[in-house]
């Protein structure tokens, strides 16, 4: 044991490793106590929680002004919507310490919020409460890289279950009906959609194309800045190179979707809401529970259905896990059907082409 007692107080002084331990121990008031004291340093250094019980002391809104908040705007393009959840956040643990945050009020939170309505008057979705959640660990996860907070509580509470495969994508009927609606008023929508249908990129993707990532002389379209982080380069087909040059004699502007019709609010990255004029044209083109990036889950479907690979959608559609690309490599119930047709007529073949086709020939009709 290596304590003192010096200016009428103990204290421990030692080494392990190289790295030295030095710290009064106040409450102590015999040498035994702080022997005690010193050994359980000696552990915390061990588990390596020595210090720890120091950290997290800061005002969680005071850490989410000023530091997540600065953070998140230097590194991250969805900052805007981090900083309408992370304010959520403060009012939620207002007047707590970072290190007062348990799992449990999280887990709290969790539930209720599941269970709340949102303006609409519907049940908020978990994909919902995921997303504000993720932001909450985001926040911790920086405090302890900054070592602001001992450990991330969001680590011991379980994300909500979500249903991610939708598989819902358009008929060549209901395709027909859509594009029909996307005249006089809405033809400002024309273009934006068959893009999506030729293309499968995002709608913040399209939003954000800007010209000089359109390359017409080698027919193909550069994709930047995407959710994934994971640029990606998509070949154009004739409808799509069509689509893209009519576009260009109406735009002027950098960006390939400059339309004011469409640009309802623009936050300085081309953030743009098309979502009720789309939801409209659907209802009046009778097409139900279709959203806009059902038309990627379409191209995606339609890729499946000419043979292409996973690793092929994968890299049209910039999946980061090839396994989001596997369920579009499912038989469409037209190519089923034909199967059966041939398993019972006894003149199974290769009914669907297995190998990777080269991605300057892949192209999907609009």
Known sequence: MTVKKRGGHWYFDFQIRGARYREAIPEARTKFQAEQAETKARDQVFQGTYGTSQLGNQAFCEFVTETYLPWAKANKRTWRNDEIIANQWSEIFRGKMLREVSPLAIEKWKRDRAQSITRRGTTRSAASVNMEFAVLSRIFALAVELEQAASNPCRKV??????????????????????????????????????????????????NLSWRHVDFLRGVIHVVNTKTARDRIIPMSHS????????????????????????????????????????????????????????RHTFATRLGDAGCNATTIARLLGHSNIQMSMRYTH???????????????????NISQTTEQPLTRVAVNN
């Open 331 to 349: 038989a469409s119930d037209d190519t089923l059907r034909n199967a059966v047709e041939y398993a019972q007529n006894g003149r199974v073949t």
């Open 158 to 207: 379980r994300k909500l279950r979500v249903d991610n495969q939708r598989n819902r994508y358009l008929s060549a009927d209901e395709e027909t009906r859509l594009m029909a609606q996307l005249k006089g008023r809405r033809r400002h929508l024309y273009p934006l959609v068959a893009l999506a249908l030729g293309t499968g990129m995002r709608r913040g993707e399209l939003l």
């Open 240 to 295: 799509v190179r069509e689509v893209l040059i009519e576009q260009r004699k109406s735009q002027t502007g950098d960006l390939v979707f400059e339309s004011r019709r469409i640009v309802k609010r623009r936050a300085g990255e081309g953030l743009v809401d098309v979502k009720k004029a789309f939801v409209a044209a659907c209802q009046d083109a009778g097409i139900a529970d279709f959203h806009f990036h059902d038309l």
